[in-house]
């Protein structure tokens, strides 16, 4: 451990008792995604504390601040904003909680910012640090990305993409990551390290027209788009078996409106759903037969069917840990594990997105329980969950930005990025309309 690494330690050791405080502030005001004004606000506040003048209200409550001289790389550490509808958690906030450990994200990010703007540890970066709170990083359902599409101008239901998409990352050449543990929670891991291959998606809207009719005196005058919907689930499941086991494929609908009244025949319903893959390629074959499986339902009954695809998230590479992340991380706890090679996460993320077009480093964390996306998530413990991660997230970027940027430089030009950031911003144009 040199001066440098021990100084960022000793830094957010000294704060660690303000970082709790904050991590417990930000828990109990959950925040749905496009909405996370009030984290935004207080990630703004922190952040000019440290002697930094963020940006704010990107893509909606997004904010950035950067250190650096502008020369060298410059390397975007993120934090996720937004909580997730989870109306059963005990910290529920309006139906919102931090069951996913987003607020965790942000105490990290923020956590590393207080290290890296410490007058020493900043003179030995060569390069940029760009501190980032990214918005909604959970998918949003259709009626979310109406509203903000409507009133924002907001295409894409992720942050990561909708920054990428305004160019609002172009000048970011790397990114680092994290989240609370996803595999492996009960190994006992404060960190692990690398990306394991994440599932890629798309959102789907499914609208059955039919024709109302009185439920009782009449029903044989409709045309019953409950029914159509119910066969369109139906023809799913029968198809379920064309499924290849190594593709990872998931497709979970849910009806967002089954009829106008109890005693009408059902004449519009709304099904919402994401078509998952771990390759863009079966994502849209698999889409393909998802919606004949509807447009078959709704033929039978003699319903129409509108179908509206929503640009999800790509795909994540699996990407395994360099030494240099194994030696940062034996200086903070010796459990340490690195993810387990050749293993697809099924769950999806928009740090995919970041992948497609630039090197992202990432690590997990541990300190809670329970599942994710569950009533039962909670923090075990919090230095684990809040300190540990943040004290990773400086050294990381100081080992990549000293000597003249060298780690930083020989990963970015390593990396053979899926697209460049005009194609993908051309993608997101072709998803969105």
């Known amino acids: 451990m040199d001066n440098i690494e021990k100084r960022i330690i ?160 172009d ?83 849910y009806i967002r409106n089954g009829g106008q009244a109890i005693n009408v025949v059902p004449s519009e319903v709304v099904v919402d759903m994401m078509v998952r893959a771990n390759s863009q390629q079966v994502i849209e074959e698999v889409s393909e037969k998802v919606d004949r499986c509807f447009q078959g339902g709704a033929y039978a009954i003699g319903c129409t069917c509108e179908i509206e695809n929503a640009q999800g998230y790509m795909p994540c590479p699996e990407i395994l840990p360099t030494a240099m992340m194994e030696e940062a991380a034996r200086m903070l706890t010796e459990k340490v594990k690195s993810i387990p090679a050749g293993v697809c996460n099924t769950a999806s993320t928009d740090v995919g997105d970041l992948c497609a077009i630039m090197p992202v480093m990432n690590f997990t964390f541990g300190g809670s329980s329970g599942a994710l996306h569950s009533v039962d998530y909670k923090v075990t413990d919090p230095v684990a969950a809040h300190i540990t991660p943040a004290k990773l997230m400086a050294i990381l970027t100081y080992l990549l930005l000293k000597d003249g940027a060298a780690e930083a430089g020989k990963t970015i030009a390593a990396y053979r990025p899926a697209m460049t950031k005009e194609e993908y911003k051309a993608y997101c144009e072709r998803m969105s309309g």
Do not use: W
């Open 10 to 169: 000793d830094v957010i050791d000294e704060h660690a008792s303000e970082l709790q405080a904050l991590a417990e502030d930000i828990f109990l005001h959950a925040e749905q995604g496009y909405h996370e004004y009030r984290t935004a606000e207080l990630a703004a506040k922190f952040l000019e504390k440290c002697g930094l003048k963020p940006e704010t209200g990107l893509a909606v409550t997004g904010l950035r601040a950067s250190l650096g001289n502008g020369r060298g790389p410059n390397i975007a550490l993120i934090g996720e904003l937004d909580a997730l509808a989870c109306p059963g958690h005990p910290a529920a906030n309006k139906g919102y909680a931090h069951a996913c450990g987003h607020y965790a994200q942000m105490v990290c990010m923020l956590g590393a910012a207080l290290a890296l703007t410490d007058p020493e540890v900043a003179a030995a970066l060569d390069g940029t640090a760009t501190f980032y709170a990214v918005p909604a990083e959970e998918f949003q359902d259709a009626s979310v990305r109406e509203e903000v599409r409507r009133e924002h101008d907001v295409h894409c239901a992720g942050g990561k993409c909708e920054l990428l998409r305004r160019g609002l990352m």
């Open 171 to 253: 000048d970011i050449d790397m990114a680092i990551t994290t989240h609370s543990l996803m595999v492996d929670r009960e190994g006992g891991a404060d960190l692990m390290l690398g990306n394991s291959a994440c599932t890629g998606f798309i959102g789907k809207t499914v609208t059955i027209r039919g024709k109302a009719a009185h439920a009782a005196a009449a029903p044989h005058e409709g045309k019953n788009a409950l029914n159509a919907a119910c066969l369109g689930m139906s023809a799913l499941g029968m198809i379920r078996e064309t499924f290849r086991e190594k593709d990872c494929v998931r497709v979970h609908p």
